[in-house]
């Protein structure tokens, strides 16, 4: 107890002087620091929030190119795209890495519901990513609620056979970081069209993951196990349709038509896009990266071409500001983070085929919000290193070093032992838009961009300096 | 050194520990009672859509002093009542900015005069532009080459600044002061590019002051791009401006901050939670300052929801006129101070419905050292940041009065976009941004009233 009282306080106050005396150097005594951080990270904010070009590359990739979903033309448009803006800030290393990456096309969809005997009724719907459809017919079955896995649990065997199952399960709205409510919904069992499968069920519906309050749906992943016996359709319903749907259920019998023509084709490729400064002192590589896919709603524009041109703005800062880096630098935009995870996989292998050795690996997936902080997946000694750098980064509005999970495209390189790190963004706007037809450019405002790449230019540019 | 950190081992090692586990269920229970059941967002598009913007003296904020006692009575308050107080009556009229290059063609340029602003009369005023980029190199203009121009103000919102309010500080002089200048050279108008962040062609109003003894002339703005483009004009060529505008004051009028309160269960003192009603006549005034009217009025409701017995007296204060005059907070202080009411505390939401960051006190070292220590408690809500040493306009008189003052201080990033502009409107708000800043700001009063 004695133990925990002092080391906690300590801690905390560690984090108030940080806060009261930002001159004061956190280098050991006895060495003096090369550079005077605070200049430097100022040079690297004035830079990019004067001059910075993110939020015009985004109005270019959202509005010009739009949704750039796997295997579509879009996907192709933006890789051209990308690799044209990387030359123009002048980067001489660009190259494609081909990844797998799954065809599969949505094709035409619709949901109706009939409640009792009455007529017909349109609602809004997205089929899952890679599901199934039903062959553009029209799949017909009552609708059985169910919120929670003790309901399902209590369901009689045979009791869903050839029902139509309605998960309607909203996210914790009282969970302050929406990433948390999020990945505690979608990992959630009964959004799994291959769990509800096993009960003999037709199809499932779910309510969207959202944090927003209208009737758009939310398109999401879909999970089916290799001994599924049978690949059940799955679809997600706008938040406000399913509140309707849940009052009519407990009112009376309704009946779900489902039509979807989606279907898998089999694979193709896309490639990664891969751009670098080298190194000056060796080549060591500090990987930067966002997914340059997207889903084939909206315009991708917080999921993630944010993340997009603030990968791109880094390297133009660090261009512009004639900045001489120890390490190289490299940007990776992954293909296919939608639905496969191709392109992580296939840089995960190439790095550890070539035996590259990389000091730190960093990826911006979660919007272009107001950065807060980094969570920083890394073993506790080298998540030290990282703190006394607190100080610095706080007149930006980054205070928050104590998450410890890199989830996105960067999660491969876990395996390989290389220290990730995630930018955490202010998370309550990214899941009213978030894989809908919302996620549009407007919704971006550009000094949250643009500060979320002065964010991340400085953490690459002292960990190029320190590691 | 040893002894701060002593110091500071103890008041960390209580506020961990000793009652720190209970405030911290009860600022769980505060933030999930606000962000399952909060109706600060409901109510602000109540505001916003069915009444809508509500400048000092017009009808809709007649409506809004209304509107905002009867939801103050639904959220539950023991008391609620009006203070009269006089505020400046100031109209808009028709406006319009029109511009003659050397090609002879006139163009209407997107405008707005600043509040408080006199007008032509309806008549066309025109001159020549004349640009300075500072107020230092209007300083250095001889009188006879402003005599009879139009002195346009084209000093840029410095996007360098991560904290915006610090841009719109620096630039804020040039809006209230360009008119008395202009005026002092014998210069016709001035026209001020806008106080913006963004990169649109928005005019953003706001208030303007006359010297006194200083002819009154009237002073306009424009947007960022309409102020680029006059600028590249300029290097070229003679510009010619013609200005008509109806606005100007129409004296004074008996209106009202609204007041509702929760009585202490142990005394009498009072703290105080607060924003403005008022807001300009362009937009919606959503997040100026809607949102703060909002939060405060969710402040109350949470307080009677969650049954906590509050020591002190709880008011929410719906102050008059801030935009032009401040009136309705200068006449609280005075009637605080007439009826010798005890003040603890008070803390105002008038920077936007953004998430929260932090809370600026402007107090002694105690009181602020003492709400320091409560920062493990507010960490989980993103609140981090308590160094700010200012507070909003209508809780000032307070101040000098000796009692300490607080702001909620939200993401600064967006506000300055559609601040005072036709933009500030309902959609630009977001809910549970606006509903994270009313859980943060009733923490923050439960820490007070159970402390202080």
């Known amino acids: ?258 039509n979807m023509t989606a279907e898998s084709k089999g694979d193709t490729t896309n490639p990664n896009i891969i751009a670098e400064i080298q190194g000056k002192k060796d080549s060591k590589v500090i990987v930067l990266g966002a997914q340059l896919d997207s889903w084939d709603v909206g315009e991708g524009a917080v999921d993630d071409g944010t993340g997009v041109v603030q990968c791109m703005e880094v390297l133009r800062t660090l261009k512009a500001l004639g900045y001489e880096n120890n390490h190289t630098i490299r940007v990776v935009l992954y293909a296919n983070s939608e639905n496969g995870g191709q392109g992580r996989e296939m840089y995960a292998a190439y790095v550890k085929k070539k035996d590259e050795k990389h000091v730190f690996a960093m990826g911006t997936d979660a919007g272009g919000y107001s950065p807060r902080g980094f969570s920083l997946d890394m073993s506790p000694q080298r998540r030290r290193l990282v703190y006394p750098w607190k100080e610095y980064f706080l007149p930006y509005g980054v205070y928050d070093f104590d998450q410890t999970e890199a989830i996105q495209d960067i999660s491969p390189l876990k395996k390989l032992d290389i220290p990730l790190a995630e930018l955490v963004v202010d998370t309550q706007r990214y899941f009213d838009y978030h894989h809908s037809e919302q996620d549009t450019f407007d919704k971006v405002n550009k000094r949250e961009l643009l500060l979320g790449a002065v964010a991340i230019t400085q953490m690459i540019f002292m960990v190029d300096k320190n590691w | 050194m040893k002894k701060i950190i002593g110091t500071l081992l103890l008041l960390f090692g209580m506020a961990a520990f000793g009652q720190s586990k209970e405030d911290s269920i009860q600022f769980k229970k505060i933030s999930t009672e606000i962000l399952n059941n909060g109706k600060g967002y409901n109510e602000l598009r109540e505001l916003t859509k069915t009444i809508g913007n509500r400048l000092s003296g017009s009808e809709a904020y007649e409506k809004s002093v209304q509107w905002a006692a009867q939801k103050l009575r639904d959220a539950g308050a023991d008391k609620v009542w009006l203070q009269e107080v006089m505020i400046p009556v100031w109209v808009r009229g028709k406006e319009s900015l029109n511009i003659q290059t050397s090609n002879g063609r006139w163009k209407s340029i997107k405008m707005l005069s600043l509040g408080n602003s006199e007008g032509t009369g309806g008549k066309d005023v025109s001159g020549e532009i004349i640009m300075v980029k500072s107020l230092e190199e209007y300083d250095q203009l001889p009188a006879e080459k402003v005599k009879d121009k139009i002195v346009f103000f084209n000093y840029s919102f410095n996007q360098g600044n991560v904290q915006t309010f610090i841009s719109y500080r620096d630039a804020g002089a040039y809006r209230r002061i360009a008119a008395s200048l202009t005026a002092k050279k014998g210069g016709k108008f001035a026209i001020i590019r806008s106080l913006s962040s963004a990169f649109d062609d928005i005019p953003h109003t706001g208030n303007m002051r006359y010297d006194e003894n200083i002819s009154k002339v009237p002073a306009i703005t424009i947007g960022n791009t309409s102020a680029d483009e006059l600028e590249t004009l300029l290097k070229k060529q003679k510009v010619t401006a013609k200005l008509n505008s109806n606005c100007g004051m129409k004296g004074e009028k008996p209106s009202h901050s609204v007041i509702g309160e929760i009585t202490g269960k142990k005394d009498q003192s009072i703290i105080v939670v607060g924003g403005h009603l008022d807001s300009w006549d362009v937009g919606e005034g959503a997040h100026d300052d809607g949102a703060g009217i909002v939060q405060s009025i969710e402040v109350l409701r949470t307080f009677k929801k969650l049954g906590i017995q509050n020591n002190h007296t709880i008011r929410a204060v719906c102050f008059a006129n801030e935009e032009n005059g401040t009136k309705g907070g200068k006449e609280y202080g005075k009637v605080a101070k007439e009826n010798n009411e005890k003040h603890l505390f008070a803390i105002e939401s008038d920077a936007g419905g953004f998430s929260p960051r932090g809370i600026s006190l402007e107090m002694n070292e105690p009181q602020r050292n003492q709400i320091k220590s409560w920062l493990n408690l507010f960490l989980p809500y993103g609140v981090y940041n308590f160094e700010g040493k200012y507070s909003g306009s209508d809780i000032a008189p307070l101040h000098e009065m000796g009692v300490p003052t607080a702001e909620l201080v939200p993401d600064p990033q967006r506000y300055f976009d559609i601040h005072h502009t036709e933009e500030d409107t309902f959609e630009k708000v977001n809910r549970r941004e606006l509903l994270l800043g009313s859980a943060v700001m009733t923490q923050l009063i439960y820490m007070i009233d159970k402390n202080w």
């Open chain 1, 1 to 258: 107890m004695k133990k925990i009282f002092i080391i906690l306080p300590l801690f905390l106050s560690g984090f108030l002087f940080s806060q009261k005396k930002p001159q004061k150097s956190p280098a050991k005594k006895g060495t003096v620091a090369k550079f005077n951080y605070h200049d430097e990270f100022r040079k690297i904010s004035d830079e990019i929030m004067t001059n910075g070009t993110a939020y015009n590359n985004l109005g270019e990739l959202t509005k010009g190119i739009g949704p750039r979903f796997s295997a579509t033309p879009g996907y192709a448009k933006a890789v051209e795209w990308a690799e044209k803006k990387f030359k123009e800030i002048g980067i001489n290393m660009i190259w494609r890495q081909e990844a797998k990456a799954p065809v599969w096309i949505r094709g035409k969809e619709s949901l109706q519901i009939k409640a009792g005997n009455g007529d017909w009724k349109n609602i809004r719907m997205l089929s899952f990513g890679n599901s199934e459809g039903t062959a553009g017919k029209d799949l017909t079955g009552e609708i059985v609620l169910i919120n929670s896995t003790s309901e399902l649990n209590a369901m009689s065997i045979g009791q869903l056979k050839d029902k139509i199952v309605f998960v309607n399960v909203p996210m914790d709205p009282k969970i302050i970081n929406t990433s948390d409510s999020y990945l505690q919904a979608a990992k959630s069992k009964l959004i799994s069209a291959s769990v509800i499968a096993k009960t003999g069920a037709k199809a499932l519906i779910i309510r969207s993951l959202t944090t927003a309050n209208d009737d758009t749906p939310h398109a999401k992943m879909i999970y089916y196990e290799p001994d599924d016996k049978v690949k059940i359709p799955a679809l997600s319903i706008g938040v406000r349709s399913a509140d309707e749907l849940e009052k009519t259920l407990k009112k009376q019998k309704v009946t779900a038509k489902i």
